[in-house]
């Protein structure tokens, strides 16, 4: 018997999480940019992997809450600010 955290778990996400990821991603680049950060520095500044850093912004990750804190912090925005 499987036991799963939640239904679906396991299974792909919905168009609409896939959706909000890529916004959230978007904003992360927005604040990059914003904050004259590269991917590499930005990496440097979370303790995150470059192609961690890729997956969030491209919406292929599921972001972790510790990671996008540490990334609001990193660009010097607010955590509300990337996921509104």
Known sequence: MIIRAWPGAGDP????VLQRRREI???I???MLHA????ERLAE???LSRDT?????LGT???RLSWLIAIADACGTELA???R
């Open 13 to 16: 996400p919905s168009p609409r």
């Open 25 to 27: 991603g978007d904003r």
């Open 29 to 31: 680049r927005g604040v």
């Open 36 to 39: 004259n950060l590269t991917q």
């Open 45 to 47: 500044a979370t303790g």
């Open 53 to 57: 850093i890729i997956r969030v912004e």
């Open 61 to 63: 990750a599921d972001a």
């Open 81 to 83: 600010d990337l996921v």
